[in-house]
């Protein structure tokens, strides 16, 4: 008989943060800094771990030099399509310290060029080992392979959703888990497939696992605003990934086009339809199921946008009295709610 989890799961959506008492004055006073031992990789982190996703549209070299600025302190996944070339050029203008905030990406058919790339650019430390569904033995196989090749690389490691494989992929090797499974704001695999699981309690399931082992985990996928990237670090997460929010800029890839008098830049999931005939069926097993492709209104350069992510995410710590963004999920209470914001005079989310 099929099961069913009578548990209430729950979204971004579903909740709010409670405020508390605070002797926070301003949100100046707020470090959004984390740092990190990993777990296999031995490696420290130091940074704002706030992720611009490895899609092709926006982890480009460009995001990852503009967001790793020191104002932002940011980290790219870049997308697997760069060509060795491509990365022996960027090696070349890049600093020591932009490769403490990047990590090359790469699915399972990818272990020769991964290797490739890592040889001629030795200053990587991270790889980001992306696949549609991180419960396929075949990838837990692959994640003890690439651990047995790099032994000393952090090695991201998604994507998933519950916390027995997020123990399993920990043990195998990986420091950093990738969790979502449908969230994606171009993804569809929830309308494809039917299998899913809420962000907000996968985040909170998989953290609790991943810490119980001194592992780490990103939340990816379904943030829409800062609120919701406040939200998933509350849940617990290490990491925040984001594609749609950091889409648009000047830095992600593409064309800006004019439709109906509007300045727009396209932004597509990594299997729809448009990827794959961008990169010629080289990524038709990407995911399972299709992505969208959708346009977004041009936002300009990516400094706006972050800083306005940074931004509400120290705010939320000065709601909370988190000094630290490491405090804020020990201060977080959520609540359950039916609505978010007030919606009367526009979507509110500008
Ligand atoms: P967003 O921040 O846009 O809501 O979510 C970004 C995440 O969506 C990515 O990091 C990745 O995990 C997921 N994603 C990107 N492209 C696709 C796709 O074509 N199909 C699916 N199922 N997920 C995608």
Same mark, same amino acid.
């Given at each position: 008989?099929?099961?069913?989890?009578?548990?209430?799961?729950?979204?971004?959506?579903?909740?709010?943060i409670r405020p508390k008492r605070s002797t926070l004055?301003?949100?100046?006073?707020v470090d959004l800094?984390r740092?990190f031992? =990993?777990?296999?990789?031995?490696?420290?982190?130091?940074?704002?771990p706030?992720?611009?996703?490895?899609?092709?549209?926006?982890?480009? =070299?460009?995001?990852?030099?503009?967001?790793?600025?020191?104002?932002?302190?940011?980290?790219?996944?870049?997308?697997?399509?760069?060509?060795?070339?491509?990365?022996?050029? =960027?090696?070349?203008?890049?600093?020591?310290?932009? !490769?403490?905030?990047?990590?090359?990406?790469?699915?399972?058919?990818?272990?020769?060029?991964?290797?490739?790339?890592?040889?001629?650019?030795?200053?990587?430390? !991270?790889?980001?080992?992306?696949?549609?569904?991180?419960?396929?033995?075949?990838?837990?196989?692959?994640?003890?392979?690439?651990?047995?090749?790099?032994?000393?690389?952090?090695?991201?490691?998604? @994507?998933?959703?519950?916390?027995?494989?997020?123990?399993?992929?920990?043990?195998?090797?990986?420091?950093?888990?990738?969790?979502?499974?449908?969230?994606?704001?171009?993804?569809?695999?929830?309308?494809?497939?039917?299998?899913?699981?809420?962000?907000?309690?996968?985040v909170m399931?998989?953290a609790d696992?991943?810490h119980g082992?001194?592992?780490h985990i990103?939340?990816?996928?379904?943030?829409?605003?800062?609120?919701?990237?406040a939200k998933a670090f509350g849940a617990g997460a290490d =990491?925040?990934?984001?594609?749609?929010?950091?889409?648009?800029?000047?830095?992600?890839?593409?064309?800006?086009?004019?439709?109906?008098?509007?300045?727009?830049?396209?932004?597509?999931?990594?299997?729809?339809?448009?990827?794959?005939?961008?990169?010629?069926?080289?990524?038709?097993?990407?995911?399972?199921?299709?992505?969208?492709?959708?346009?977004?209104? !041009?936002?300009?350069?990516?400094?706006?946008?972050?800083?306005?992510?940074?931004?509400?995410l120290?705010?939320t710590c000065t709601y909370v009295g988190a000094g630290k963004l490491k405090e804020l999920s020990k201060r977080t209470t959520f609540?359950?709610?039916?609505?978010?914001? @007030?919606?009367?005079?526009?979507?509110?989310?500008?």
């Open positions: 008989m099929p099961h069913i989890d009578q548990n209430v799961k729950l979204d971004f959506k579903d909740v709010l004055r301003s949100r100046a006073e800094n740092s031992p =990993f777990r296999n990789s031995k490696m420290d982190y130091t940074g704002v706030v992720m611009a996703a490895n899609m092709d549209t926006v982890g480009t =070299f460009q995001m990852a030099k503009a967001l790793a600025e020191p104002e932002f302190n940011m980290f790219t996944c870049i997308h697997k399509h760069y060509t060795l070339q491509e990365w022996e050029q =960027f090696d070349k203008s890049a600093s020591d310290e932009l !490769y403490s905030h990047i990590a090359i990406s790469g699915g399972t058919g990818d272990l020769d060029r991964l290797t490739e790339v890592i040889k001629s650019v030795p200053r990587l430390k !991270y790889i980001c080992l992306d696949v549609a569904n991180g419960y396929s033995e075949h990838f837990i196989h692959f994640v003890e392979k690439v651990r047995r090749h790099f032994p000393d690389h952090t090695i991201i490691a998604g @994507n998933v959703v519950t916390p027995e494989i997020v123990e399993e992929l920990i043990l195998k090797g990986a420091d950093i888990i990738k969790v979502g499974i449908g969230p994606g704001s171009v993804c569809t695999t929830r309308v494809k497939t039917g299998i899913g699981y809420p962000q907000l309690s996968a399931e998989c696992a991943a082992l001194g592992g990103i939340s990816d996928g379904g943030c829409t605003c800062p609120g919701d990237v =990491f925040v990934m984001l594609g749609g929010m950091l889409a648009g800029h000047d830095q992600s890839d593409g064309q800006v086009i004019e439709k109906n008098g509007q300045k727009v830049k396209e932004f597509y999931g990594m299997s729809s339809k448009t990827a794959m005939e961008k990169h010629s069926g080289g990524v038709a097993e990407y995911r399972a199921s299709e992505g969208k492709a959708v346009t977004v209104p !041009y936002k300009g350069d990516v400094a706006v946008t972050a800083r306005d992510i940074l931004g509400g120290r705010s609540i359950r709610v039916t609505q978010q914001e @007030n919606r009367v005079f526009s979507t509110g989310k500008e």
